[in-house]
């Protein structure tokens, strides 16, 4: 198979994502007040209403219709004030109602977007085009299926005069797609709508008993536990206008940096609180016309996001290259080997059977609800970023990988406080590396690691004075965490604060200068690399607390 | 002289027990051998439950004895619609697919009448979920009329309409999605409401059509459905009904109130419908004279869209039917095929075999009706027209009080007469269009036919969340027609079974 | 147009419910009455008129607090009480590929 980045020089890769969202910071489930957690022992988190008892009716939790609508307000989504559940009907066991409840046309939120910002290697795989009218067609009709509406739902208005979903999908015009602006150093930026957001719940988890790696392929038996079942889920659409594995994986790690500092969910794709599934399909570069798309299942990682849509794209263009048909039917990733396998041919669309749930009330959102909800938003990564970079005046990259997580973004901030310049980027350098290094090897996050914010100010101060170099930085670094002591003080007893007095140093160049003759006349005639052997004697001789720059400095002084 | 349980209504029951003049073991008792000598005959229960029944009893009787305060209906004996679960009972809704399922919460109606001091005797016999209207679809045994045995209690809540009627208790619970409270009370010659839509919880109701369910009492007399209405709504919703409502209403407060003045609303249509036996609108007709007599004044409104109420209740209730009966597939409870070698094959003929025909037609047409192509051509046209019909229903109460109709076009009919389901479902148009509406209605029994000398009835149905209303002309009704009779509320037990067991000791 | 028996056994496939006998030809007829019964409906079809598909007025909004109350909690041996089939903790399936693992 050819590379992507030569696959993507002849085909324009089409990509739409879904992304479920699990809203594991509620107490509760989305339509009971069973506890929403992962780690209960099975079947332990169930009552009436999530095993589907006969006689059991649902009522929503508020705290999940705040979620979304604030899910939706930092998506730039238009909240939908009318909106209703509706029933989706399919037998598997993981429902207990063999139904699921969800939304119908119109979601809580509708047509949002966010703007990635695409750097480096991945910002030349974006092919240049324009979209034209049939293109658009052929594009809301793909985000009608996405959501696995009927054509006829889809094209009908029929949840009353507030709704716009159908409105919008019929007003889907190239006004509506808006192309990637580029840079001069070939960096972009691209809107990606969404679709929709909606809300649901959750299915149950199914063990697959017998069969390969508890695939249900071979299973003799499936064994259910419902507590999952039920558990409040938020559903987000894109439309097709993602064209690079890279920008599904940035729009991912940008939702997920958005929900995270809303606090609705841990996000954590590892335990599957964050799930995506990839709608790709290929076509000649220049081609308005939509190819066939498959569904790409198991992207459970920021990694699998790409090299799942990466493989699925190379392959489809192999398959289209050799004459071939795409067929539309679902794909597993399959990391371990490398390849996507078919899980499902689709034949015909589903029919679910949508209808309005008549045990749920319709909603009809007050502006003072929505208000509150927004008033609940948090500052938002990219406005931190943005703060970050001004008010600290630290590298953009930094700031971004910063201000993703709140409970970092807090720490910044709270070590960085009075801090901008060089201090401020030495703090954010040593929460980017040193920090994040540690936190790898312990157990807890951030807030309760042991290391406070006044310890990583105290050493960021010392390096900014070039009180230390940057390899004392990670000594000291390692020795705070261990001790919980002042980095100041834990300089100061290990007499590691650097010399940076070019008068106390110049003796001690000139006497390495004196025992290294040799080494002193292989410079002067031309040999660069004996410098260091230079610097690493005078530092020795220093016993470590010279300042290496300046050794430098001055040896090449003396040298000259 | 004997006194026997069915000679007393539920309002004198608690009064007695309250006074000492009998204890709630003593009712109970008594109310558990008045079915065990009438059941062979009737057939009104799937299930009797006398260890609930006494021990509810003797909490009545322990609370009486430590001097406490006894709530309204203390020691009154239901029975309950084999609908509704009870932990300690099974809820089987008369179905082989529910034939060993054991309650494992308790529905907010029930536990509503058991906080107002009522005593649980029995699950009550059904049409299978509550499809159709004879209770001749039960899985299990059909009920028999306590008029005429061979003929049906109407349905679908016709155990709970026949055990009232047969004397075996004063009240019970029943459902009415389409009319199945009100027309087997009329059949049997007792009074039957159902409630505006919400007024009372139905958490714990196994569902048949979400949006024209509704839970409401059985009784003999009027005051007694009065006060089972206020322990089914005195505590306001149910957070576990999210389609619940505050009925903040005392519904015995202004029961005997004058109608005089009032505006008795008559459809003249409804009274020319074909169908309609000469001995019904008879009744009707004598019962609109009766409040007229009693000062009220009687206006002609008319429901112009009423000749879609079939139609659009036959693609509303069978497609939430189809939806809220997809949960039984024999995995988490319920009747499973045994050695199925895969699931479908396990799901299919566990609804195959635990379903009745009613039951699969129903859910046949409700998935039919909500797929692609055919749900968007009868599904927004029903909701329409149920728009319509509501707005109908609101016109004509600006112009009247309460509207005064047939509850059934005929009286009991022999069980098998009618065996074709469509046209079965046409018996429904007096009943159906109040659920689609979502207001409420009573049946009023009005003595016996001149023709069949079986009960007849009239229903009086009145303006969302106006129940009170509705219940004060229907005390109007008995008051004028058999209090004058018999100098009290008639208490209408069928004659064959009055005074059979049941004696108080 | 009337339904086929071939409509039909789709849609008894998809509601799992599985028609034996004489019940296709049974259910077949009864659908066709069933669906020309409901023919007045379709006039109702009409522009102006919103569907209501709550009849409970303005009711709007309904929504409970997060919390988490317990009361409805159900005991291990409770919840699985009524399945026909469990394992261990675990409500239990039959293989759903089926042996063959044909669909």
Redesign the interface.
């Known amino acids: 198979m050819k590379e992507l980045s030569e696959v993507l020089k002849d085909w324009e890769a089409v990509i739409g994502l879904e992304i479920h969202t699990e809203l594991t910071t509620l107490e509760t489930k989305m339509f009971c007040n069973c506890k929403n957690t992962h780690d209960a022992k099975p079947n332990a988190n169930v009552c009436p209403v999530c095993l589907g008892l006969p006689g059991a009716l649902p009522v929503p939790n508020k705290r999940a219709i705040e979620s979304i609508v604030k899910a939706g307000l930092a998506t730039n989504c238009e909240v939908q004030k009318h909106s209703m559940f509706y029933r989706k009907h399919y037998f598997y066991p993981d429902m207990a109602k063999n139904f699921q409840t969800t939304q119908g046309p119109v979601a809580f939120c509708m047509h949002g977007h966010l703007d990635l910002e695409v750097t480096g290697r991945g910002a030349a795989e974006r092919p240049e085009c324009a979209f034209g009218a049939a293109e658009a067609q052929s594009l809301a009709s793909a985000s009608a299926n996405a959501v696995g509406l009927s054509t006829a739902m889809a094209t009908q208005m029929r949840e009353g005069s507030h709704g716009g979903a159908l409105a919008g999908m019929s007003g889907y015009n190239t006004a509506n797609l808006a192309l990637p602006e580029r840079h001069e150093d070939g960096s972009y930026t691209v809107p990606i709508r969404i679709l929709r957001i909606h809300m649901e719940e959750d299915a149950a988890k199914m063990v697959h008993v017998g069969g390969e790696e508890g695939r249900i392929a071979a299973a003799s038996e499936s064994l259910i536990d419902y507590n999952r079942c039920g558990t409040p889920l938020i559903e987000l659409v894109t439309e097709p206008d993602l064209r690079t594995p890279e920008e599904a994986r940035l729009f991912m790690e940008k939702l997920r940096r958005i929900f995270l500092t809303l606090g609705i969910s841990d996000c954590s794709m590892e335990h599957g609180s964050m799930r995506c599934d990839g709608n790709v399909s290929l076509r000649r570069r220049g081609e308005t016309k939509l190819g066939t798309k498959t569904e790409l299942k198991n992207l459970n990682s920021f990694k699998a996001l790409h090299d799942g849509l990466a493989y699925e794209i190379c392959r489809q263009a192999e398959v289209l290259e050799e004459g071939g048909i795409i067929y539309q039917e679902t794909r597993h990733w399959e990391p371990g080997r490398k390849r996507t396998v078919v899980m499902r041919v689709k034949e015909t669309a589903d029919d679910y059977r949508l209808f309005p749930d008549p045990d749920l009330a319709p909603f009809d959102l007050s502006d003072e609800f929505i208000a509150h909800c927004a008033a609940e938003i948090p500052e938002l990564p990219d406005a931190k970023r943005d703060r970050y970079e001004t008010a600290f005046g630290i590298k953009r990259a930094d700031a971004e990988q910063i201000a993703g997580d709140p409970e970092t973004a807090a720490f910044f901030e709270a070590s960085a406080e009075g801090l901008s310049g060089k201090p401020a980027q030495a703090v954010a350098n040593l929460i980017v590396n040193e920090l994040a290094a540690y936190l790898k090897g312990v157990e807890g996050g951030i807030t309760d690691c042991g290391i406070a914010p006044a310890q990583v100010a105290s050493l960021a101060k010392l390096l900014a004075e070039d009180a230390i170099s940057s390899n004392q930085a990670h000594e000291v670094f390692g020795l705070m965490a261990e001790s919980g002591e002042d980095p100041e003080k834990i300089v100061d007893e290990r007499g590691m604060r650097q010399v940076s007095d070019a008068g106390a140093l110049q003796p001690i160049v000139d006497e390495v200068l004196e025992r290294c003759a040799d080494q002193a006349q292989q410079y002067r005639d031309g040999n660069q690399k004996v410098l260091g052997f230079l610097v690493g004697q005078c530092m020795k001789e220093s016993r470590g607390q010279g300042n290496p720059k300046l050794f430098n400095e001055l040896l090449r002084a003396s040298l000259s | 002289m004997a006194q026997y349980i069915d000679t007393l209504s539920a309002a004198r029951i608690a009064a007695g027990i309250k006074a000492g003049e009998f204890s709630a073991r003593e009712v109970a008792q008594a109310s558990l051998d008045a079915i065990a000598a009438r059941e062979d005959a009737v057939q009104a229960f799937l299930q009797v439950c006398p260890e609930l029944a006494l021990a509810a009893a003797d909490r009545v009787d322990a609370a009486r004895a430590a001097g406490g305060e006894l709530p309204p209906l203390a020691g009154v004996p239901f029975a309950i619609k084999d609908n509704m679960n009870l932990v300690g009972t099974r809820t089987t809704c008369a179905s082989r697919m529910l034939e060993n399922y054991e309650s494992v919460y308790t529905a907010t109606c029930v536990q509503r009448m058991l906080d107002a001091g009522c005593v649980p005797v029995g699950k009550a016999n059904m049409d299978e979920f509550a499809f159709g209207s004879t209770t001749d679809s039960s899985a299990f045994h059909p009920t028999h009329n306590p008029w005429d045995t061979e003929r049906v209690p109407g349905g679908s809540s016709g155990g709970s309409a026949a055990a009232v009627a047969a004397g075996e208790v004063p009240l019970a619970l029943g459902s009415d999605t389409g009319g199945s409270i009100r027309q087997p009370a009329a059949l049997c010659g007792v009074v039957g409401m159902k409630p505006t839509y919400g007024a009372v919880s139905r958490y714990g109701v196994v569902a048949f059509g979400s949006s024209l369910d509704q839970v409401g009492p059985f009784g003999r007399t009027v005051e007694d459905v009065a006060l089972a209405m206020n322990a089914l709504t005195g505590a306001g919703k149910d957070p576990y009904d999210g389609t619940s409502q505050d009925c903040p209403v005392d519904f015995c407060e202004h029961l005997n109130d004058p109608i005089e003045g009032r505006r008795v609303g008559i459809i003249p249509a409804f009274m020319e419908a074909e169908g309609l036996t000469p001995e019904m609108r008879a009744a009707v007709e004598a019962a609109a004279r009766e409040l007229e007599n009693q000062g009220a004044e009687l206006v002609e409104v008319d429901l112009p869209h009423l000749d879609a109420a079939i139609a659009a209740y036959y693609v509303i209730g069978p497609a939430e039917a189809f939806s809220n009966l997809a949960r039984f597939d024999g995995i988490r409870y319920g009747y499973q095929e045994p050695d199925c070698a895969n699931l479908d094959a396990q799901s299919s003929l566990s609804r195959a075999h635990g379903f009745g025909p009613e039951a699969k037609r129903r859910q046949m047409l409700g998935a039919y009706l909500l797929s692609s192509g055919v749900y968007d051509k009868y599904y927004y046209a029903a909701q329409k027209a149920r728009t319509l019909i509501t707005a109908d229903y609101a016109s004509a109460y600006e112009r009247c009080d309460v509207i005064l109709m047939p509850s059934s076009p005929r009286t009991a009919w022999r069980h098998g007469e009618i065996s074709d389901p469509t046209q079965m479902y046409l018996a429904d148009l007096y009943t159906i269009s109040i659920n689609i509406a979502g207001n409420g209605g009573v049946s009023v029994p009005l003595g016996l036919g001149a023709d069949s000398g079986l009960p007849v009835a009239s229903q009086l149905v009145g303006p969302a969340f106006k129940d009170r209303t509705m219940l004060m002309f229907a005390r109007a009704l008995e008051r004028g027609l058999t209090d004058a009779a018999t100098g009290a509320p008639a208490l209408s037990v069928a004659p064959a079974f009055a005074g059979k067991g049941g004696e108080l000791a | 147009m009337a339904?086929t028996e071939t409509d039909?056994r789709g849609?008894?496939?998809?509601?799992?419910?599985?028609?034996?006998g004489d019940?296709l030809a049974e259910?077949t007829s009864?659908?066709n009455?069933?669906?020309d019964?409901?023919?007045?409906?379709?006039?109702?079809?009409?522009p102006d008129?919103?569907?209501?598909?709550?009849?409970?007025?303005d009711?709007?909004?309904?929504?409970?607090?997060?919390?988490?109350?317990?009361?409805?909690?159900?005991p291990?041996e409770?919840?699985?009480?009524?399945?026909?089939?469990t394992?261990?903790?675990?409500?239990?399936?039959?293989?759903?590929?089926?042996?063959a693992?044909d669909?």
């Open positions: 339904l039909v849609i008894a496939d998809y509601a799992r419910i599985a028609l034996e019940e259910m009864y659908l009455d069933a669906v019964m409901l023919a007045p409906v379709l006039d109702y079809d009409l008129v919103e569907p209501t598909f709550h009849p409970i007025g009711l709007a909004n309904v929504m409970r607090e997060d919390e988490e109350l317990g009361q409805r909690d159900l291990l409770v919840a699985l009480e009524n399945a026909g089939s394992r261990d903790r675990y409500f239990r399936v039959p293989s759903i590929l089926g042996e693992g669909r």
